[in-house]
């Protein structure tokens, strides 16, 4: 079990570690510290765009991707200490073309889109020029338990055609989105897990519709947003299907791995960003004659902050390593456990930073009050805490069975 | 320690339960669920007002207010069960006048304003025609420690000149809001708790400015927001000064302590809310082909859900007693407890309601983020948790010293 | 809901602090402090005799009894606060014959025994010239779960004939242990709560047999212990069935609530025992230069102690309270909710202390370690902490079904 | 950071984990499970003779020394494996002549100690003929601080002289106990962490007394025990003070870093453990119709303490890789996480396993109480909780100070 990035996961991590601290955190205090009026909130604005090309010129793109000429050909290992960078700030992953849902979008294309499928939406997805989203849950059923799923992907001829109301399809509110994948069921009498398929939509086909964007605890996250959307006999080529119908759940379980341990890597990034501001306010700011740092708890608090997070970060390589080495098949426990242990830690951390900043920390004067919700909804997205663990004991259990 | 409400109470409270439950919830949903066009979201919407005449022509209206005149005359013991209940939504308490920080001023005003200030400023707040704002807490310095203080009120001759910068100035962005009570150091040599005053100022003085408007955790909290607002040689009559010069800190901490009740008794019920929001959601929602309730922790979370309301109720309610039987000096212990224990209970038990819902917790189709974030907030104001803690710890030792 | 004691129940307790502060405390030391030489262990100290015939005399005896004779005749919100000052101290409960399992027994006998069985065993019980025990949980079957019970009390003409396997039988240990109340199935094909019967079985029956005496969290709780017995072919007149055959689960039940009640308040007063050490310790060891209430977290520690004792104890106020009002039926979920919140809290409370006293804590310097394994013993005793949770879950879904 | 074992410590893993599963963990039943009489209890069992006799044969024997000869020469990121195993028996690591403090007492004279003194000591401590005990904590000061330590190893002429009283002398009940590391003052006036010396006293110098045994949270440890003992005018040849007068915080540094890793790894050896036992039995005990495993929380519980001891493991790696990479000096921080991470952990797990246990879980038919008992010890012994947290935070606080 060996946690050693190689030479150029390292010499890639110092770069985007200088990148971000040089050229992303200036702007976020300028783009998410001051509310903007109304009509910029939706538009990407030029600075990113500008950064973006700056990033791809040095080299520092799409470098989630496991292929050595589209991305940078890293493994889960290698990749998380950079994930882990690019978490530091909100606005860094989409600079480095390695936001999702894109990366878990464009890592299905990869694998099992076709050729036509990936000259069309692969490509400027590689690119940064178009952005997508993910369609999987739905309003009116427990979506943890996806055999709840009750959207429709049919087969008709030649066609596909689907039906039903996805929520929480984040992205879907930025203007470069021109594309979907949403998942339906396409035959109800199949086995359990091929009963589903993927399907590529594009945003402006006849019958989608977003009829509302959500609020993810008090958040809009504009740019992109989260959607709910109707689609009503939406009738696509049969060729818009994914690696063929009835393989939804496999093209699932193989999107989730990697992009767990994304999430959770960002999240510790995250949470060090907020363990940073803490001590810099716990040094920096006076009360009843002495600097936080000195006063009560706090300084046990950080310490446990400390501790929560080298154990949570060394948690998520285990399982980018279990990942690598195993597979997905080998590594199910693992995933799950950093889906538990990793939000909420960085929930707690956020939480104990915005305690220390007081009503700075609650307002947009600090990425925290938005990192706080990012972390909460990490707890749901993906799977709840509970199903998870769920998942864990159930491998827990299996040690001692037959 | 009885804490058996009064008749007049409990008929009160089965009034104001009924009210709420059939007139503000289903209003609720409207004006909160759904986000309103913008120019629209800093108006009081026309429901509500009209919710507040029905409530005064009830008499259901300015309860909090010890005067059996002016208000219905209850102890804090006869008033917690009634603000309960008013938690239960964010909507309720200005629907029956009740809501902070006009409550906070009210009972300021009404127990140390002159006839002059009381006519001009108390009796159109008790009227509910106007809105008023407290501006205590600033920026640039840990008003936890509130020596820390920057903001001056001068005296000049017979006015008295405001200069600072305050924020957290919550209401301030109500349309109705027309005074604020401002606290600012007069006196720098005096006792340490006779240097400030409390200044009524009206918000359309000149050299009043609203620098910008706060999120908290997400939120604006429209139609009331809070404000950072600058004071710059803001000059008002002398006669402003609530009680004479000096008399910032004593007036304080009498403000503080029925106001801890309120924002606790509130949080119990806003805690309620959630608590039968995460019941109903168990019961009705299934995965894995059975009710939520039945899976996993689900029901022993909802068990000790139970059991901390319970307990913090009970708490608060003890604290109640005391301030009615010892006044604010006999229960500094006890108020300070409850400021520790009943925020950090209603965001654990909402934290688990949202949990239970999924992702429409997190969103506005229930009231639970919103509630979430207020909680949290909380946490925060009216001293954060820490300063409360070491209240409490300095009570416990005085038992053992000399 | 009034939680006011009586005059009776405020003079009786005044008198009983004195009386454990000054008779008893100084007793304790010398008793469980030192490791006293092992065929002493399991006397009874004749230093306890004698405190027993002077709490006798002044009537400091039997206080738990509902009964206005042959005990002092209180309510259980009455006797509730009597229970927490014998609870400060492991040896006083004894020396008040307010021990348990003799106290719940008593109460057995009270409300169920025949007049023979009164005079035989209620009587030298109650002048605390004998002890008993209570033999229902089993140990190779989970006895959370009362039917799953398979020691047996069969009927075979005017006889009972008892056998089975019973374990953590307290108090059998105790050299003037007499007799013990046996709960054994009686008649499988009855009603699922009208099954087994509970039995008087004197401790010199021939098939009676103390196999083993266990240690608890390390301690064996000398003089009383807690014992392994098996009953083989037991024969007794059918005279010793308590209320008759059928009868073991109503009287189990009403044995149980006042049970609770003591345990927890009891509870309570260890848990206020050991904050007092806490911040005595606090106050009196410094290092680094400071007293150990000035270093980091403690005196936050202690706060957050002192908050949680409050909140427990109107817990378990509220439930005695409840008990008195509505009887055992409509305070099911109140009693279940302090067997929840009660032990948990003692425990974290006391391990808060060990932790201020370092290695002092932790041996028989102090009674923190006995304290320690009593609270977490009774995270288990009297059914464990996860079966109350589904209790007080039941009761709050219920407020939502049909 | 490469946490891959070597070959040989894989190969020793697997060797020490059969010798614990066949030939120690049948043992442990036999010898802790049962009480045994009380002159027995304090000599080494027979058994544990002939299994030392056994994995010495074997070459299983001072795994911890990191010489090739007299130990095997590991890294402590090799040897952390081996430790982890032999922590699921209390009795393993006796069995392997890696028991603290012997260990510990062991490295200070293999690295610091002249020739003669290994001669003496270190040899028949290696060949497992005589223990050791460590005497540094003191009862009448808080020894957190060790600057407070009153002991004197006074230097008079070419003698040494040690008064004082030290206590939780771990090992000194062992009828093979004969020798201990005493610290105590030197010189007064020297640097602050030059004042210190270790001397080696044999247990039976003139003016050594063992005043009394301590019980450690209701255990006596037999046959190793935790002493009182009194020095009172012992004079020892200067010869005996270990590498020269005043470098006893040198050492003590040196000892506590290896140490703390093999205590950790040991415990994260009897959570796992505990863990099995808690699967064994919820899969294997009933109650209202199904499995413990199936009701309520304790599946997520079990997945809980799954995760929890999953990070421990973790950070105890880095530990000690930080450790064999950079010195005690460069791995502080570290060391201080692992202290206040993995006792609360064990402490934790094991306490959901007695839980799960019920009744047997409280007394010796398992290993869990005396478990629970060692974990708790080891949050106050090598410096409590508190003290290692204020070491981890400041190190954090450093990094953003000049």
């Known amino acids: 079990m060996d946690f050693t990035p190689s030479d150029r996961s390292n010499d890639l991590a110092h770069r985007i570690e200088a990148f971000v601290e040089q050229r992303v955190l200036p702007l976020e205090a300028e783009l998410f510290g001051r509310v903007r009026s109304d009509d910029e909130r939706w538009q990407e604005p030029r600075a990113v765009r500008e950064l973006k090309a700056e990033a791809r010129g040095e080299g520092l793109w799409n470098l989630f991707l496991?292929?050595?000429?589209?991305?940078?050909?890293?493994?889960?290992?290698?990749?998380?200490?950079?994930?882990?960078?690019?978490?530091?700030?909100?606005?860094?992953?989409?600079?480095?073309?390695?936001?999702?849902?894109?990366?878990?979008?464009?890592?299905?294309?990869?694998h099992y889109g076709s050729d036509d499928q990936k000259a069309q939406w692969l490509e400027p997805l590689l690119a940064g020029e178009i952005r997508s989203a993910f369609c999987m849950t739905e309003p009116?059923?427990?979506?943890?338990?996806?055999?709840?799923?009750?959207?429709?992907?049919?087969?008709?001829?030649?066609?596909?055609?689907l039906d039903g109301r996805k929520w929480w399809s984040t992205g879907i509110g930025h203007p470069h989105c021109r594309v979907v994948i949403f998942?339906?069921?396409?035959?109800?009498?199949?086995?359990?897990?091929?009963?589903?398929?993927?399907?590529?939509?594009?945003?402006?086909?006849?019958?989608?519709?977003?009829?509302?964007?959500?609020?993810?605890?008090?958040?809009?996250?504009?740019?992109?947003?989260?959607?709910?959307?109707?689609?009503?006999?939406v009738r696509l080529p049969a060729s818009n299907i994914i690696a063929g119908p009835g393989r939804g759940f496999e093209i699932a379980q193989g999107r989730l791995g990697p992009g767990r341990i994304h999430h959770c890597m960002r999240l510790i990034g995250l949470a060090e960003r907020a363990l940073k501001l803490a001590c810099r306010r716990a040094l920096g700011r006076t009360a009843f004659g002495r600097p936080l740092a000195k006063l009560g708890g706090n300084a046990e608090r950080i310490a446990d902050a400390?501790?929560?997070?080298?154990?949570?970060?060394?948690?998520?390589?285990?399982?980018?390593?279990?990942?690598?080495?195993?597979?997905?098949?080998?590594?199910?426990?693992?995933?799950?456990?950093?889906?538990?242990?990793?939000?909420?830690?960085?929930?707690?951390?956020?939480?104990?930073?915005?305690?220390?900043?007081?009503?700075?920390?609650?307002?947009?004067?600090?990425?925290?009050?938005?990192?706080?919700?990012?972390?909460?909804?990490?707890?749901?997205?993906?799977?709840?805490?509970?199903?998870?663990?769920?998942?864990?004991?159930?491998?827990?259990?299996?040690?001692?069975?037959?």
């Open 183 to 233: 998942m339906g069921l396409t035959d109800p009498d199949a086995d359990r897990h091929r009963r589903h398929s993927m399907v590529l939509c594009p945003t402006d086909a006849p019958g989608v519709k977003i009829e509302r964007m959500l609020h993810a605890m008090g958040f809009d996250d504009a740019p992109y947003g989260h959607g709910e959307v109707s689609f009503t006999d």
């Open 306 to 402: 400390r501790i929560a997070i080298e154990q949570a970060r060394l948690l998520v390589l285990k399982a980018a390593w279990a990942l690598d080495t195993h597979g997905i098949r080998g590594a199910m426990s693992e995933v799950s456990q950093i889906k538990v242990a990793v939000p909420k830690m960085a929930q707690d951390v956020i939480d104990l930073s915005i305690q220390l900043h007081g009503g700075g920390g609650m307002c947009n004067d600090y990425p925290l009050a938005a990192a706080f919700a990012g972390a909460r909804a990490l707890r749901l997205a993906d799977g709840p805490d509970e199903v998870h663990r769920m998942q864990v004991a159930r491998a827990e259990f299996k040690k001692y069975l037959g």
């Open 66 to 110: 496991p292929d050595r000429e589209l991305g940078a050909g890293l493994s889960n290992l290698d990749y998380a200490p950079l994930a882990e960078r690019m978490g530091r700030s909100l606005l860094a992953p989409e600079v480095f073309n390695c936001n999702a849902p894109d990366t878990g979008n464009m890592e299905v294309l990869y």
């Open 140 to 161: 009116d059923v427990a979506s943890s338990d996806a055999t709840n799923m009750e959207a429709t992907a049919r087969l008709e001829g030649d066609q596909v055609v």
